[in-house]
């Protein structure tokens, strides 16, 4: 004989009662099931987040709910500005798809992110850079032309 189910949530998001009286007005009513992401206006997954939290630490360290979802809100954050800045350099590129290049110029040319994001993008290249002193020496060897 299978036992009588006294209440919790079923996977469908339905609220059960345990066994009332018939007649009694104890009927289900559907709740919808909101993460933990949506309580906190979030994309990013929270309950992920708090799973990968749990497995990197060492000696079994507790982790607080809270510092997961200030873990999400960081990393969308940042996700979102460096996503603006490469599709703000691909727009004056005038392409319509963000590459790696566009992710380095964009992080390249932002003090903080380029102080923050210390890696190699692979495909990046560098950023276009010519010395002062290189095209002011050519710059006089024209004038000097001129002049004879």
Same mark, same amino acid.
């Given at each position: 004989?299978? @036992?009588? !189910? ?10 059960? +009662? ?15 099931? *909101?993460?933990? !992401? ?5 994309? &990013? ?11 990197? +630490? ?20 940042? +996700? ?18 963000? +590459? @790696? ?26 950023? @276009? &850079? ?16 001129? *002049?004879?």
């Amino acid at each position: 004989m299978a @036992p009588k !189910s006294t209440g919790g949530k079923s996977k469908s998001g339905v609220t059960q +009662t345990g066994g009332g009286v018939a007649g009694s007005g104890a009927t289900t009513t559907p709740r919808t099931i *909101q993460t933990r !992401s949506q309580k906190a206006g979030l994309q &990013f997954p929270v309950g992920r987040i708090h799973r990968y939290l749990k497995q990197r +630490t060492q000696h079994n360290v507790r982790i607080g709910a809270k510092a997961a979802v200030y873990t999400s809100a960081i990393l969308e954050y940042l +996700t979102a500005e460096v996503l603006e800045l490469a599709g703000n350099a691909s727009k004056d590129l005038r392409v319509k798809r963000i +590459t @790696p290049r566009h992710l380095q110029l964009a992080i390249r040319g932002d003090e903080e992110l380029d102080i923050l994001v210390r890696a190699t993008i692979a495909g990046g290249g560098v950023l @276009p &850079f010519i010395h002062k002193s290189l095209t002011a020496a050519s710059g006089k060897k024209k004038l000097e032309g001129q *002049q004879q």
